[in-house]
């Protein structure tokens, strides 16, 4: 595990942005799966940029969704389709048919989620996961606890999700839904490249456990550890209860220029 701290999200969001740029310069048609909530828009905006200025060419880059609501009408506009859709897919100039994720509107979710891992496995499989990070250590909608070798499955939120999901409802937690399809541990960590972005004091003792703490189900986001190729980038804030920051800050600034993110 790869371990960035950055000055502040601008700065993360450049990074990642620059590596998804390097990957889909190297394969125009990579599977780039995101994530949603106000920690990645940061990464999305610097990404479009680059396309607009030319930098890179997206055409062919393919978009898949990390996790859903389930219960969501279609086209709701919390509904994480379309929010993927407005913040990601559209800003980079592609079509509609470039987005794949699971729906949370079937009649059948367990048949939806086995549809969804059957799909991104037939697709190539995911380039480059994003992941943000929940101040309990969850990642995607596996909230602690989760198997971590679960696969993609119907999940349970728990109330201070829903609290902290609350804001994109107009503040009220009842419009938030009980329930989420979602990648399992299992299935994200088969990503070639798994990158996660995480800011402020809130997250930081979730960040410590996730680095530097044991492996456990109780903190899902330690699940990185068992990834050949994972990156945790972070700024100074969420970096602050990391015991070894000093040595993640050398390593980085003393990286070999070739090896990239």
Known sequence: MEVVIVPDA????????E?????????SDALLG????STPLPIYEALAAKVRAGEVDASRARIC??????GLPVGHPESYRSVVLREVVAPLGLDESAFMGPDGSAADVQGACEAYDRALAEAGGVDLQLLGIGTDGHIGFNEPCSSLASRTRIKTLTEQTRVDNARFFDGDIEQVPHHVITQGIGTILEARHLVLLATGEGKADAVAATVEGPVASVVP???LQLHPHATVIVDEAAASKLKLADYFRHTFANKPGWQGL
């Open 10 to 17: 601008k700065a993360g969001g450049e990074l990642i942005a």
């Open 19 to 27: 590596a998804m740029a390097a990957l889909v310069r190297r394969k």
């Open 34 to 37: 995101v994530a949603t909530g």
């Open 65 to 70: 969704q990390l996790d859903e609501y389930v």
């Open 221 to 223: 986001a330690s699940a």
